[in-house]
């Protein structure tokens, strides 16, 4: 345990928050479906907010049927704000070596347990935005910070008083983590105040988590801030494009790809396309491989950052489930080490698919995870399906060279 004493003189007893080696994996509530009392925030306030890529999270929910986002009327994604710390907490684990299945898997196990100021705090210690825990209800001061607050040269301290040293915290703000504190109402809730580390009065909101006092030393609110004007994710070179601009980037890429196709022959062709998708999509590199008796053997990159290798993927790995399935899709953690890419580097798959067989992929690497849209997935598995024509004549040249040898030898 430790103690900080505030500005009012007062001691707080503050649990020790960062003391286990990875950070505890908590509860995630029941699958909200309509409920109209379950606070949400927007899938690019979920990515913001937690480090997390959209595409990864769509992953997460497609394999692993998490995080469950609720859906709107039109269809469109959002988040219950109660499972930012649960996202914070399973990437920060898998950063940690914990197979992503299993730190899921234990999140699931325990949706019935209870936050405590301890989980919350070793998953929000690292999260890309501001977050402060706040003890109260009298005095209202700060008792938390996260590295991302602290960071900031005007942030709040601990022991800085809402009501003397804050002026974010309005009165309505104030009053609205009172009732948090004290247990009225719901203990998550979205708050709205200006922006604590940034120009005053810009106003933010935050999602709020009451922590009740069997699970701390005392009731605390826990905030974490939503991003200003959530920004969509886009190719690398073109800023601010729109999905339809988006979808043409990859078309016209996937175009100049099928033109080197047809100029050369051989596995050079399939190089060369790859080496124009890369180009035209502002990618950082692209490799080939193909599946011999459960091994996937890599080409060399096309940009010479990745040399060939023969890996097993007769396991239960994101490379072995995509080719099984079909399916274009970034790969997680695990399957990029066993790739050999470079570190803060994401990577798709697309299977290649020749006869109904899937004879191998191509892997496409980029500095970011961008948005898929399913005409974009759908040009990509064409190409892959002429890059696997081209492949299978190799193939079956090689096998009839070889058929010669032997007769002849």
Request: hydrophobic residues 45%.
């Amino acid at each position: 345990m430790s103690t900080q004493t505030n500005s009012h003189d007062s001691v707080r007893v503050v649990p020790e928050m960062f003391t286990a080696s990875r950070p505890s994996l908590r509860s995630v509530p029941p699958a909200p479906g309509s409920d109209p009392q379950v606070v949400t925030i927007s899938a690019a306030e979920m990515v913001r907010l937690t480090g997390v890529g959209r595409e990864r999270l769509r992953t997460w929910e497609r394999r692993h049927d998490f995080p469950q986002p609720v859906r709107c009327r039109n269809n469109v994604r959002r988040y219950p704000a109660e499972d930012v710390r649960h996202v914070i907490a399973v990437s920060r684990a898998v950063d940690q070596g914990v197979p992503l299945a299993e730190a899921i898997e234990q999140t699931l196990a325990n949706r019935n347990e209870s936050p405590t100021f301890g989980s919350l705090g070793a998953a929000l210690d690292h999260a890309p935005t501001p977050a402060i825990a706040i003890a109260g209800p009298e005095p209202l001061s700060v008792v938390w910070t996260n590295g991302a607050t602290q960071a900031a040269p005007d942030a709040p301290e601990v022991g800085s008083s809402l009501m003397d040293e804050l002026p974010a915290f309005g009165p309505s703000a104030r009053a609205t983590i009172q009732r948090l504190l004290i247990g009225e109402g719901s203990d998550v809730n979205v708050i709205t105040h200006a922006d604590w580390i940034g120009t005053f009065p810009a106003e933010r909101r935050s999602v709020a988590w009451r922590v009740p006092p069997e699970m701390s030393t005392e009731a605390v609110v826990v905030l974490v801030q939503l991003p200003e004007g959530a920004a969509q994710r886009h190719v690398p070179g073109v800023p601010g494009s729109s999905a339809v601009e988006q979808t043409a980037v990859w078309g016209a890429a996937a175009r100049e790809a099928r033109k080197a196709l047809q100029q050369e022959h051989g596995i050079a062709s399939a190089q060369r396309a790859l080496s124009e998708l890369v180009k035209g999509t502002g990618g950082a590199d692209a490799f080939l491989a193909t599946i011999h008796a459960g091994h996937l053997r890599t080409a060399t990159s096309v940009r010479g950052t990745i040399p060939p290798k023969t890996i097993d993927i007769a396991g239960d790995c994101d490379i072995a489930r995509a080719i099984a399935d079909a399916e274009v899709d970034w790969l997680g953690d695990e399957s990029l080490k066993m790739l050999g890419v470079p570190l803060r580097t994401q990577a798709i798959v697309v299977p290649i698919i020749c006869g109904h067989e899937t004879i191998g992929g191509m892997f496409l690497l980029f500095n970011d995870e961008l948005p898929l849209a399913d005409i974009t997935r759908e040009l990509l598995q064409s190409l892959a399906t002429t890059v696997g024509a081209v492949l299978q004549r190799e193939r079956n040249a090689a096998a009839a060279e070889a058929a010669r040898a032997a007769v002849t030898a």
